[in-house]
């Protein structure tokens, strides 16, 4: 469904951290230049990413169409918000044992393909959790981005 305020973008090159490894999700993320530059709006910004790695506690912004339901799978009409709480790594090395990097930033709630916003800079993106999501002590996980600024910035910069 098309909103009048949406900017529809293609994707024309993907870099991704070439120390990902699967199936463990090492260094999980990409990059996508895109085929134009976005139409600065009042609805459509961008936001910077964060160089600084939140400390436990810090209150964050999960947003995304993922399932709000489960096992059945219900996709919302709307875009979903959800206020989460970034988790020590003790809690998470207990959750996953044997599975947990330094790299990876923790929630108490998980949403596919979501973005993390923390203090208005872009935190984490999802990365991998259980299935279904929202158990007891098996929090979401995601890639903390403070931990690749200095391969996001050069990246960007060498592909400009």
Request: net charge positive; hydrophobic share 30%; with cysteine.
């Amino acid at each position: 469904m098309y909103e009048s305020r949406q900017q529809l973008f293609q994707g024309i090159k993907s870099i991704p951290h070439p120390g990902y490894s699967h199936p463990g999700h090492s260094s999980d993320l990409m990059l996508i230049k895109l085929n134009k530059r976005i139409r600065e709006t009042p609805h459509v910004r961008p936001i910077s990413i964060s160089s600084h790695c939140p400390s436990v506690g810090t209150s964050c912004l999960v947003s995304g169409w993922e399932t709000t339901s489960s096992p059945q799978a219900t996709f919302p009409r709307v875009l979903q918000c959800l206020n989460i709480t970034v988790l020590s790594d003790d809690r998470l090395k207990t959750a996953y044992p044997n599975q947990i990097d330094l790299e990876w930033l923790f929630h108490t709630r998980g949403d596919s393909g979501g973005p993390v916003v923390c203090s208005g800079s872009l935190q984490g993106l999802v990365s991998w959790g259980d299935f279904p999501c929202t158990q007891p002590n098996r929090p979401g996980v995601y890639t903390d981005l403070c931990r690749f600024s200095k391969w996001t910035q050069d990246t960007i910069q060498s592909n400009s």
